[in-house]
């Protein structure tokens, strides 16, 4: 059975460019959430899809924006690219009924130059 | 703003228990009490989770004080594997909560 799993993993993109991160989740579970790690830091919850809609949402300005599919895969949409969106992106995926036990991908790096 | 309180680091003998604590002073009544960990360069990994009764599974146990004021991690042969970065974490589970929020965590430091 496939854990979470993420794509790209690294990514290099000029600042104002736009990005398009992928996450498949693991069998069986219905929600996505997404996370943006900083250097050093902790994740920081960006926002939760769940039967295609976004629930939840974190501190994170519109620029950010996602989708989840019929399929229960996801998307995290990054817009007009600034240099402090450098970061590991992890997607986690969940049974809703216990979304804070949830699973992680191995994330994708986002280097913005 | 995380509401709990963990050391930054902590040492441990490989082969002995690992003891982590977390204050969680704050904590509301139908709050869970989460453990993550996130070893270097992957994804977190989730450990245990108890509400108010004493928790055990392969990985760990999670001692809970009757208060729920504060919690203990264990881990109780550490290996040099354990080396990672420790969450807890306090939230309601079911799709109330604005995701896992996470600290600093404890860095914890498995010694040969």
């Known amino acids: 059975d496939a854990g979470v799993t993420q794509s790209p993993t690294h990514l290099i993109k000029t600042r104002g460019q736009q990005v398009t991160l992928r996450c498949s989740p693991k069998?069986?579970?219905?929600?996505v959430s997404w996370y943006q790690q900083a250097l050093g830091q902790g994740p920081q919850f960006i926002f939760q899809y769940y039967e295609e809609e976004e629930r939840q949402r974190g501190n994170f300005p519109d620029r950010f924006s996602g989708h989840q599919f019929p399929n229960y895969s996801s998307e995290l949409n990054v817009n007009a690219l600034l240099l402090g969106d450098s970061a590991l992106y992890l997607c986690?995926?969940?049974?809703?009924?216990?979304?804070?036990?949830?699973?992680f991908g191995q994330g994708t790096r986002l280097t913005v130059v | 703003d995380a509401k709990t309180t963990q050391p930054p680091s902590m040492d441990c003998a490989e082969g002995r228990a690992a003891n982590l604590p977390c204050n969680h002073s704050?904590?509301?009544?139908?709050?869970?009490v989460y453990w993550y960990r996130q070893i270097h360069s992957q994804g977190p990994q989730y450990i245990i989770h108890?509400?108010?009764n004493n928790e055990t599974n392969e990985m760990a146990s999670l001692i809970i004080t009757e208060d729920r004021k504060s919690s203990t991690l264990i881990l109780p042969h550490a290996t040099l594997r354990d080396t990672a970065v420790y969450y807890c974490i306090v939230g309601y589970s079911g799709g109330g909560a604005d995701g896992l929020t996470f600290g600093k965590g404890t860095h914890l430091i498995i010694q040969p």
């Open positions: 986690a995926s969940s049974l809703l009924v216990v979304d804070l036990e949830a699973f």
């Open positions: 069998s069986g579970h219905d929600t």
């Open positions: 704050t904590i509301s009544g139908n709050e869970y």
């Open positions: 108890g509400l108010k």
